[in-house]
């Protein structure tokens, strides 16, 4: 016997999401601002409203080219000079694109904060978009496409959104561009993208991190405050439509060949809700752990657990900024190809059948429970406000699905799994086709489509 | 920073943070995270580190076993072991680990490495002390619930986590094969800590036990609190749960002499299915935590680690025949450790061609040292990343675990960055004249299948 009892666990102390104060830079700059004592590495997004699918459609990825090349070199700086500035600072700089915008990303100690936004400011007024640069980032953006192409999960991920979304959607093309897209990209497109999008009345800038509020508006005004407006530019004249729409006849399985893989990955996707959704937000990542999002879920306590047919198996909702998806993937050993896709059918089919009181506390009790070491980074913190923004919503998003989340009913699960469980699907098989698409057509799940 | 870790499963959700005990940073004060240690009669030592601005405790143990430590034909074990650890114990029923935790809010995992298995949770502070209790059943008794049918069941998830992560995947055994020209055959660092199939198909239920009854003891283990507890409150409860727990000999270590850089290169070449060529270059570096080794960090920095960089700026930049550089660094504790820089080569150009422009570089570095501003940077950079790391407080646990079981530091998290910023251009220029010269390279080549 272990010399001591089991001991009882009591209730966790009542914690606060951290509240932010919201301000207005005199050029229009919106100002989100978290005070976290202690967190000493402050944490910058600057969030610019600049959708994907106002891009041309011929030059697709140029949104992605304007992120990596923005700080490659100003009207007063090269592109060299501009990292030393930065990375002599220690200041970290990433940028990206989401489907609604660009999230550009800073982090510094708190005496380097001033500096990067100052550098920030300089990149974003005045980019020098350097052909050279734009060129060679372009090269580097192809040979990704390759890496992407390559890798079993990349390569499901775009032939999913190829089979779901139809051909008109900028959802059924990669974020970052395809080949025949991004090579033609130049510096006057980036220029073109950037004087229409990247622009103080579509940005907001989040600062989170152990600093002074008032210091820190006073800073943010003598920098990213004097980001002067540009003249309007006009947008694109052949941008895809603002909303993605599902196909008509998206219920079918793609498999991908390739000869000799040991394992296929498996990449299923059905339309989802977004945040705004209708019963609230609570349900989805309850529904998401249960199904896929532990190791005691009930896709990995069978494909793992019991079949030791998977390293594990992952689902969730994913919220977009018009409606969102449900997605199930992993990667299985090639010879349970077919086994698994019908355990995993079988398992989302058996969801129908509802959650026990058991599984939704505990959930509810991870999802809540995990809120306040979750949110306890200016990094993660600041983030999540600046994914919000981008959607349109501030960090109550959060509180509030998180109050709900205790108020939750097994019938209210019920409900939400009922809305989307009947949705268009779509399933992707990368893998050794020859050895496994027979018995995934003898299933009878779904027409099968082979594909190199 | 890359760390060839084999995870038990991916983290669930976020990681997470405290408030730091750091004062007045900017005038470079050094840090001060309380950090109180203590060794309990069965010899666990135990570090608590209060930190009450998240209610919540990390739980962090370390256990002195990790591929070093498996025998010839024995690879691959220390990882798979681990997975044993969740399939229950005396008084935690298969799976339980997991579940009862989560339902706590718990975030949990476990990793192995080449020098250490490391069990890990951050739970909400009311549920520490059944962390502690569920930590204690498995560490000290696990085999009581021990099954073939769970040693079959996890050596099939380990075998498919060997084919997702190393396997199936363009590149995938690339740090292996790297490892495995760094060190010669019958170094403990020459294989990995995934291992082969052969050797994960031969471990049987004997060895399971034999291996924890060796390996498992508290005197073997160093366990770490951080975060919502008083120091009394953590040794206390230490002393409850891991008191009773009996002592064992501590085992012997592998005994091996510290390595020498290379005296001429080792190559690998590889033609793969993969979409671009890639080279990795591997390097011998003195053991970790020490200043030799701290110099070659940086060294490594200001070779490939930055923007301005000097491959970066070279290689990616300005001859544009990279299209991405990177670099790593592992300090390790068995004599040696190793340094990684890995490039990615477009099409229609040579690797060959590249490789001698490194090689350039790397004899530029050993012969002038770093510049004045390159040493800015790279050290600026490790500030930042270093303080970052800490803001989270599992790695904080994390961070203490590692330095007092392998270093005897506890306390290492507090003067790393003092020891960061003594580093003088001359040592960094010795670090890469003695230990990253071309002659003492391995490299591994995975290159393109041509159709």
Known sequence: MTAVARPQVGAPARWEYPPHSEHVLSNGVQVVFFHLPGQHVVSTRLAISAPLWSEPRSREGVATIVTRTMDEGTQSRSADEMAEALEVNGIALSAGMLGSGMLVDLDATADHAERGWQLTTEFLSEPAFDAGEVGRHVHQRLAEIEQELADPGGRAALEWARSFYTDSSRGSRPTAGRASTVAGITSADCRQFHAASVRPSNATVVVAGDMDRAQALTSLERTIGRWAQPAPARGAADASPSRDEVRTDPDRILFVHRPGAVQTQIHLGSLGPDRRVDGGWAPYPVLGFLIGGSPTSRLDSVLREDKGFTYGMRAGFRSRSHDGVFTVSGAVRGDSTAESVDLILGILAEAGKGFTEDELHSAADFIGKTAPVRYATADVVAGEAGALRLDGLDSTFVTDYLAQLSQLTTDDLARAWSLWSDQPRSIVLVGDAEAGADAVKALGRGEVEVVE | MPAARDCLARLVGALCAAMSRLRAYGGRMPLEYPIATRRLANGLRVAVSPDHSVPAVTVNLWVDVGSRHEPEGRTGFAHLFEHLMFQGSRNVAEGEHFSALMAQGGQLNATTWVDRTNYFETVPTPAYELALWMEAD??????????????????????????????????????????????????????????????????????????????????????????????????????????????????????????????????????????????????????????????????????????????????????????????????????????????????????????????????????????????????????????????????????????????????????????????????????????????????????????
């Open chain 2, 138 to 451: 498995r560490h000290g008794y696990l085999l009581d619930a021990l099954t073939q049918e769970n040693l079959d069941n996890q050596r099939d998830v380990v075998k498919e986590e060997k084919r997702q992560r190393y396997d199936n995947r363009p590149y995938g055994n690339g740090l292996t094969d790297l490892n495995a020209t760094v060190f010669p055959k019958g170094h403990p660092y020459h294989h990995s800590t995934i291992g082969s199939m052969d050797d994960l198909d031969a471990a049987s239920l004997d060895y399971v036990h034999d291996f924890y009854r060796v390996h498992y003891g508290p005197a073997n283990t160093v366990l770490t609190l951080v975060g919502d507890v008083t120091v009394e409150d953590g040794f206390a409860a230490a002393e409850r749960y891991f008191g009773p727990l009996p002592a064992r000999p501590v085992p012997p270590q592998p005994v091996v002499e510290p390595l020498g850089p290379l005296t001429e290169p080792v190559r690998l070449d590889r033609v793969e299915d993969v979409p671009q060529d890639r080279l990795y270059l591997g390097f011998r570096l003195p053991s970790g935590a020490t200043t030799a080794y701290l110099a070659g960090e940086l060294a490594l920095g200001v070779l490939a680690g930055l923007a301005t960089s000097r491959l970066y700026r070279r290689l990616v930049r300005r001859e544009q025949i990279a299209t991405h550089v990177s670099q790593g660094s592992q300090g390790r504790v068995a004599g040696t450790s190793m340094g990684t820089i890995a490039i990615d080569v477009p099409s229609g150009v040579a690797a060959d061609d590249v490789e001698s422009a490194v090689c350039e570089e790397l004899e530029l570095l050993g012969a002038q040292g770093p510049t004045p501003v390159e040493l800015e940077a790279v050290v600026a950079d490790t500030e930042r990343w270093w303080l970052q790391s800490l803001a989270a407080q599992d790695e904080r646990a994390d961070a203490i675990s590692q330095y007092y079981l392998l270093h005897d530091q506890p306390e290492y998290l507090n003067t790393f960055l003092d020891q960061i910023r003594q580093v003088s251009a001359a040592q960094v220029q010795e670090a890469a004249a003695t230990w990253l010269q071309p002659r003492s390279r391995a490299v591994v080549t995975y290159r393109k299948q041509e159709d």
